[in-house]
C-alpha cells in the first residue's frame, strides 16, 4: 500500500464521516462510525510506513 492509497483511504474515510452525519436519522446503521474506523486505519498505516522508512535507513547506514 503506497502512501497514496492511504491519503485516498483518509479522504474516503472524511466523505463517509460527512454523509453518515448528513443521513444519520434516515441510515438504519452509522456510516460515520466507519469512517472513523477508515481514518484509523489510515493513520495507524502511515505510521508504520514511517516506521518501515525509519528502520529501513538505520539498517542502510548501519550496514
Known amino acids: 500500500m503506497s502512501g497514496e492509497d ?8 472524511v466523505v ?3 454523509l ?6 434516515i ?3 452509522n456510516f460515520a462510525a466507519i469512517g472513523w474506523l477508515m481514518i484509523a486505519l489510515a ?3 502511515a ?3 514511517v516506521v518501515v522508512g525509519a528502520a ?4 542502510a547506514i548501519s550496514g
Open 20 to 25: 453518515g452525519s448528513a443521513l444519520a436519522p
Open 6 to 13: 492511504i491519503v485516498e483511504l483518509g479522504i474516503a474515510g
Open 43 to 45: 493513520v495507524f498505516l
Open 56 to 59: 529501513q535507513v538505520l539498517d
Open 47 to 49: 505510521l508504520a510506513m
Open 16 to 18: 463517509l464521516i460527512l
Open 27 to 29: 441510515l438504519p446503521f
